[in-house]
């Protein structure tokens, strides 16, 4: 065996599950992977009576650490989220001269840095699946037609007539209430997904993934990004309505850690297409 390359692995530790993903990948690719090894959970993060300065900071170098044994450095910045603490791994990492591979595109760096992964006969053989790239980014009202036509296919029950409008979509992104995101995947619009919130609590809508990109984690990248936005607004809960036929929906939002609450849903429409 030749040397392996050693690739070390910066994100937040609210990825742990990706940085799982690409450690069991990396390695499966005869790479050595160097990753995050102790996570707090996300709800102890900002609690006093867990907080642990010291052991934060030696962590974060030590990790800094891996950087220098490593040939390479891929970042899992999950729905583009790059924190404080991964800005300054990627900081320490240019200053080494490390090279710097994203997960996902960066604005303003070319697609070469994106990681693309290897197709190989062993990840073949282990059922690891060979993700089609695609990129999260903000909805443009020249995309209204596309994400009707995926709400179409993925039988949800816009309004056209009403708050999905073109023109109340307009005016929606440009107050910047909402958080409307989509996944392009060569230069098509592939996923959807609105997030909204009152100020308290954090509501995801109207998700959709066109049916030949279902099962590569579209929609999980694009929930992602939404509870990412939402906790930077200071909102830390997200839910969502799903129709009790939509077996999909809700296996889907359970895996992703959503739990079923006991309510009943009421409403009133000022008029039926509301
Ligand atoms: C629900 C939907 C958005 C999921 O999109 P997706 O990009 O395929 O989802 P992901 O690939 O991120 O799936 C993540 C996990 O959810 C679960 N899941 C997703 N689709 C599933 C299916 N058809 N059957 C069983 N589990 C499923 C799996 O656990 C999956 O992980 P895995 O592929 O590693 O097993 C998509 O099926 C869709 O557009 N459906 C029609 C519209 C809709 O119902 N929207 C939701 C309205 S509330």
């Not at 996570?39 to 990790?63: C, F, I, R, W």
Request: proline residues 4%; positive net charge; contains cysteine.
């Amino acid at each position: 065996m030749n040397k392996p390359k050693v690739i070390c692995l910066c994100g937040s530790t609210r990825f742990v599950g990706t940085f799982n993903e690409y450690n069991k990948k990396l390695t499966l690719e005869g790479n050595i992977v160097l990753s995050i090894e102790i996570v707090a959970p996300q709800s102890t993060e900002n609690d006093p009576k867990y907080v642990n300065p010291e052991g934060k900071k030696m962590l974060d170098e030590l990790h800094l650490k891996k950087i220098d044994l490593a040939d390479e450095v891929l970042i899992l910045n999950v729905g583009g989220y790059i924190g404080k603490n991964t800005a300054n791994e990627i900081a320490y990492a240019h200053q080494t001269g490390k090279p710097v591979k994203y997960l996902e595109p960066v604005q303003n760096k070319g697609k070469e840095n994106v990681y693309t992964p290897v197709q190989d006969t062993i990840a073949a053989k282990t059922g690891l699946r060979n993700q089609t790239d695609f990129i999260i980014r903000e909805f443009r009202i020249e995309d209204y037609d596309s994400v009707a036509a995926l709400w179409e296919e993925g039988g949800i029950h816009f309004k056209p007539n009403g708050r999905e409008s073109r023109q109340r979509m307009a005016k929606e992104i440009k107050t910047g209430q909402a958080i409307f995101l989509v996944a392009e995947a060569n230069k098509k619009v592939v996923g959807v997904v609105l997030g909204t919130h009152d100020g308290r609590k954090g509501w995801i809508n109207r998700l959709a993934v066109a049916k030949e990109f279902r099962r590569q984690n579209v929609a999980s990248k694009l929930i992602a990004a939404i509870e990412n936005r939402l906790n930077d607004l200071g909102i830390d809960i997200t839910a969502c309505l799903i129709e009790q036929e939509n077996l999909v929906s809700r296996t889907f939002f359970r895996k992703l850690g959503y739990i079923k609450a006991p309510v009943e849903y009421f409403s009133k429409k000022q008029y039926p297409d509301a």
